[in-house]
């Protein structure tokens, strides 16, 4: 039999637990109601994470497509996590010594749990941090770029540390090349290892596209070796090399030099990562003739056998101007005026078309950007006639007053080699994206005298030392003083000579440049036509043209 | 007598529908880690591809190969002048 007082006990513990059940379910409801969100976050950051996979950067190639101008390799970078030093006496000696960048940067980075030393490590730092041994110091892998042809460095361009083009083809194809990268959604186990249990994706990236360009590698080697011998022969400060398909306006060959290195950025001279073909303009002297001699023979103010007097002499007055001629000629035809290079002839010749100078050579391509999709393209100068002085005719008929890049001038060596038809000069193989004119802006028959013109220049004129037995080469050459000081110097020129070479179907325009030339009464029938020569035949013997 | 044969089956079947799930979510376990692998597998194959590029880049360095053609095996540039035209005869390829 139960007594009260039992009874009474009895219900006092049935209370008690009921408190205690009661205060666990309170907490249980505290717990997973109340804070509920709180702790659901925390162990999704413990068994969720997000990650983004960068696609690696894509390939660049030549024409070929299996030549690489351009790709991947893997580059080591020395890393500290600042806040789990174990010695820092030793570290900080060590940074000290070899690494003053990231010592410096040590006491305000002290509190965080990733610094990097260096990224994208040479050999030699390799090594040292190697044999050091230090146990704070780790190493990641990262990608870099490689270009195995350095001369192209200036049009391939170089990337940043993060793998971002900076200049060149790299800058202007950046958002092809590197793709977009793919973000997951991966749950893991607490102790997050190498294991995922199940990965979704939230935003799907894309793999970066690779570019094939018009470049020929083995060419632009050769011709760089040839260019280099030449520059050294003249102790010349710069030159460049161009050689382009007139039909397609595929450029095959670019060499700029001096050049840096592309696979060696630590110490880089900002000067030679430009591309001077493309983004620089000169003005170019008697190379230009041949642009007045169209002009001309196209409004029909003059033809090619009209005789003109060259006053037989080396230097005279048009107009209160002093013309200078290398050359003193008679009373010879204007074909002649052409192949002798002579200022006096196409002077008055020029005059004759007076302002619709200006017009032709905004036609053929001067003072305008070619449409080549390449960052920094100048579109160089021409004086307009608003702001002709009495000579400024004089000095437009021969190559003065007019800036052109090499590029604007080999475009008008290819629209005269394509009878007439101009080009849009091509740096990527099978662009789509860019279709040249099909229609002349010169009649054909005016073009074929032009041809004839530059033929007989090769052949009997000043680009002599341009010919190549069995091929048609028809070239100009040009000397043009530089404009130093606001005074034109003549003892600091620039020399230039563009041609077409030829034979049967097969054509090829080359421009040849030469910056300074060390000598005394040097031209460019001596400085820039022998390398367009040599350029030329490296040209037609690695093409196979025999 | 029936009922207990009902629940026991009942529970029975049950208990195998959970062993089956659990053998099947294992199996997924299993086959997401075998990709895993595979795709670690790939990573380093990629690497190795990219490393073995990098080696043939440096071996067709051009000034090596121009180097070693004149100095080791006594070739010279090729001059038009080397080059012979053949006329008035076919072709015996």
């Not at chain 1, 008690?16 to 009661?22: E, N």
């Not at chain 1, 994706?201 to 793999?207: T, V």
């Not at chain 1, 003892?491 to 041609?499: F, K, L, S, W």
Request: with cysteine; glycine share 6%; net charge positive.
């Amino acid at each position: 039999m139960i007594t009260r007082n039992e009874k009474a006990r009895a219900f006092i513990l049935f209370l008690i637990f009921c408190l205690c059940y009661g205060i666990i379910i309170a907490n249980l409801y505290h717990i997973q109601i109340m804070q509920g969100e709180f702790f659901s976050q925390l162990a999704k950051q413990q068994y969720y994470l997000s990650t983004t996979q960068t696609p690696p950067r894509a390939a660049i190639y030549d024409r070929s497509g299996k030549q690489f101008l351009a790709h991947n390799k893997q580059a080591l970078s020395a890393f500290i996590t600042p806040r789990s030093i174990s010695d820092h006496k030793k570290l900080n000696a060590f940074l000290r010594k070899n690494f003053p960048a990231a010592y410096s940067q040590l006491p305000s980075k002290k509190d965080k749990h990733f610094m990097y030393i260096k990224r994208h490590l040479s050999q030699s730092e390799i090594d040292l941090i190697t044999k050091a041994k230090l146990p704070d110091i780790y190493f990641l892998t990262e990608h870099r770029r490689f270009y195995p042809v350095a001369s192209t460095g200036n049009l391939v361009g170089i990337t940043d540390l993060d793998n971002n083009g900076l200049f060149g083809i790299e800058l202007q194809y950046n958002e092809q090349l590197k793709g977009t990268p793919t973000t997951y959604f991966l749950e893991k186990d607490a102790r997050s290892g190498h294991f995922y249990l199940s990965k979704q994706m939230i935003s799907q990236g894309k793999e970066g596209v690779p570019l094939q360009l018009t470049i020929d590698a083995d060419l632009q080697f050769l011709i760089d070796e040839e260019l280099s011998n030449w520059l050294q022969k003249y102790n010349s400060k710069e030159g460049a090399v161009l050689v382009m398909d007139p039909k397609t306006g595929e450029i095959l060959a670019m060499v700029c030099h001096p050049h840096f290195d592309p696979n060696n950025t630590q110490t880089i001279n900002q000067e030679l990562t430009k591309n001077k073909i493309i983004t620089e303009c000169y003005e170019l002297g008697s190379v230009i003739k041949i642009c007045s001699a169209l002009a001309a023979l196209a409004e029909g103010v003059v033809t090619p056998d009209e005789l003109i007097d060259c006053k037989n002499t080396k230097s005279t007055y048009i107009d209160g101007r002093l013309i200078n001629t290398v050359i003193e000629a008679g009373t010879i035809p204007f074909t002649e005026v052409i192949v002798k290079s002579n200022n006096i002839g196409i002077a008055q010749v020029a005059k004759r078309l007076g302002p619709k100078l200006y017009d032709h050579y905004m036609r053929m391509g001067f003072g305008k950007k070619t449409g080549i999709q390449f960052p920094g393209e100048q579109k160089g100068f021409v004086n307009h006639p608003d702001k002709w002085s009495k000579q400024s005719i004089i000095s437009l008929s021969y190559g003065y007053e007019v800036s052109a890049s090499l590029l604007q001038l080999a475009c008008v060596f290819c629209m005269i080699a394509n009878d007439g038809v101009p080009i849009i000069p091509q740096l990527i193989k099978n662009n789509q994206t860019t279709a040249s004119s099909s229609k002349p802006i010169y009649p054909p028959d005016v073009i074929a005298i032009i041809k004839d013109m530059l033929l007989q220049t090769t052949e009997h004129g000043t680009t002599k030392r341009a010919g190549i037995k069995g091929y048609t080469v028809m070239s100009k050459t040009g000397t043009a003083n530089m404009l130093i000081d606001g005074v034109y110097n003549k003892q600091r020129n620039i020399y230039t000579c563009a041609g077409i070479i030829k034979k049967g179907d097969y054509q090829r325009v080359v421009v040849t440049f030469v910056k300074e030339a060390t000598g005394s009464e040097l031209y460019a029938s001596i400085v820039a036509a022998p390398l367009f020569e040599k350029v030329a035949t490296k040209t037609i013997i690695h093409e196979r043209i025999v | 007598m029936k009922q207990p044969i009902f629940v026991t089956i009942f529970i029975s079947v049950h208990i195998v529908f959970i062993f089956l799930q659990i053998y099947k979510h294992t199996q997924q376990v299993a086959l997401s880690f075998q990709k895993q692998k595979n795709e670690r597998v790939f990573t380093t194959l990629q690497e190795k591809k990219q490393e073995l590029t990098n080696k043939w880049c440096s071996r067709i360095n051009r000034s090596e190969v121009k180097k070693v053609a004149i100095e080791q095996l006594g070739m010279k540039p090729l001059q038009l002048s080397n080059i012979k035209r053949l006329t008035g005869h076919d072709n015996q390829e």
